[in-house]
């Protein structure tokens, strides 16, 4: 993994400057360098003990997402994650959140967690704490932690010979489990991660964002067939997963290169996504129907000697325009391994 360096900025002691310090993969080399001519790093949050701040009274909170503030009508009972605990987060919540977005942003998180799918039960902090286990949508496949034994281990239940839930290559020692996500929107698994784009901006941008915290919360159907607003990169790495969730905000070097304000990078388990934040204030000269916008591939932050030992990341392209349910979608995932051994009966 890549660590972070983090300098006082000149002449301005109080603020910090924060660049990557690592050896990227040399198949990414030039996209690296590409992306950091473009951008900067302008926030980065992490759940863990040093980025856990302090939240404001709920008589001081106003809502970012619909501009509630504490009264009759709204009390900020909820107590709001600032990234869905789905992913990991323990201990980054948000004071800017008001009831009923908590309520809408959960909606949200189901489709999130049906399009992650078993995946999200196989990551090892899951199975540490054996909170979590998925169940296929027609129960032939189950993952569970392993409550028999000392250390933590998973257990895989496949019903059904016919269901052909696992593919096992020997040679190559490799296993791929075979199953099929439960159903879920596509367009609002893409609200999910901007909400979480829109929740790690500095307070001051917020109204920057009006038209992407409008489209967060409306009830309209998405009718755009193919905006590439709604398309992410993903990265899926092999090896250890990233030891806690981590979001990075990303902002334009320079108001002439024709690229959005900002890009921001999501990290959790074996994942990277990044996401483009629509339609900023600062972004009005380049919606004018005529300039074309270029948005640069960001690079998997993860160093070369990791993946030297793991693997190389393997990139994939998501569209979620689709605004309506995907039922029986397959999901494949493959591990690597280094002894098995085989109890079937014969």
């Known amino acids: 993994m890549f660590r972070i360096k983090f300098t006082e900025k000149p002449n301005e002691p109080q603020k910090l400057l924060r660049e990557f310090i690592g050896n990227p993969i040399e198949?990414?080399?030039?996209?690296?360098?590409?992306?950091?001519?473009?951008?900067?790093?302008?926030?980065?949050?992490?759940?863990?003990?040093?980025?856990?701040?302090?939240?404001?009274?709920?008589?001081?909170?106003?809502?970012?997402?619909?501009?509630a503030t504490y009264g009759e009508n709204e009390k900020f009972k909820s107590l709001a994650h600032l990234f869905p605990s789905?992913?990991?987060?323990?201990?980054?919540?948000?004071?800017?959140?008001?009831?009923?977005?908590?309520?809408?942003?959960?909606?949200?998180?189901?489709?999130?967690?049906?399009?992650?799918?078993?995946?999200r039960a196989i990551n090892m902090e899951n199975v540490k704490s054996g909170a979590l286990k998925f169940k296929s949508p027609d129960k032939t496949f189950i993952i569970e932690k392993d409550d028999e034994s000392e250390i933590p281990k998973l257990r895989?239940?496949?019903?059904?010979?016919?269901?052909?839930?696992?593919?096992?290559?020997?040679?190559?020692?490799?296993i791929t489990f075979h199953t099929i996500r439960h159903s879920y929107n596509p367009h609002k698994v893409w609200k999910s991660f901007l909400k979480m784009g829109l929740s790690i901006l500095p307070e001051d941008?917020?109204?920057?964002?009006?038209?992407?915290?409008?489209?967060?919360?409306a009830k309209r159907k998405n009718e755009e067939k193919d905006n590439p607003l709604y398309k992410?990169?993903?990265?899926?790495?092999?090896g250890p997963s990233f030891p806690s969730p981590m979001a990075i905000l990303f902002e334009r070097k320079n108001y002439e290169n024709l690229i959005p304000m900002h890009i921001a990078c999501i990290m959790f388990h074996n994942y990277t996504y990044q996401l483009v934040l629509p339609f900023s204030k600062q972004d009005k000269h380049l919606y004018n129907g005529k300039t074309l916008i270029t948005i640069p591939n960001m690079p998997?932050?993860?160093?070369?000697?990791?993946?030297?030992?793991?693997?190389?990341?393997?990139?994939?392209?998501?569209?979620?325009?689709?605004?309506?349910?995907?039922?029986?979608?397959?999901?494949?995932?493959?591990?690597?391994?280094?002894d098995h051994t085989d109890t079937r009966l014969e």
């Open 27 to 67: 198949e990414f080399s030039d996209m690296f360098d590409r992306f950091f001519n473009f951008y900067g790093i302008k926030i980065l949050l992490a759940d863990d003990e040093l980025h856990k701040r302090p939240l404001k009274l709920k008589e001081e909170r106003t809502c970012s997402f619909c501009k």
């Open 86 to 119: 789905l992913i990991g987060n323990a201990n980054l919540f948000s004071d800017f959140e008001c009831d009923n977005r908590n309520n809408l942003f959960a909606h949200y998180e189901n489709h999130l967690a049906n399009f992650l799918g078993a995946a």
């Open 156 to 174: 895989f239940e496949s019903h059904e010979l016919e269901n052909d839930h696992f593919t096992l290559d020997a040679e190559n020692k490799k």
């Open 205 to 217: 941008y917020v109204d920057d964002y009006e038209l992407a915290f409008a489209i967060l919360r």
């Open 232 to 238: 992410m990169n993903m990265y899926l790495h092999p």
């Open 300 to 338: 998997p932050f993860i160093d070369k000697h990791f993946a030297e030992k793991f693997g190389i990341p393997k990139e994939h392209r998501l569209n979620f325009n689709l605004d309506e349910m995907k039922k029986n979608e397959k999901q494949d995932i493959t591990f690597s391994f280094e």
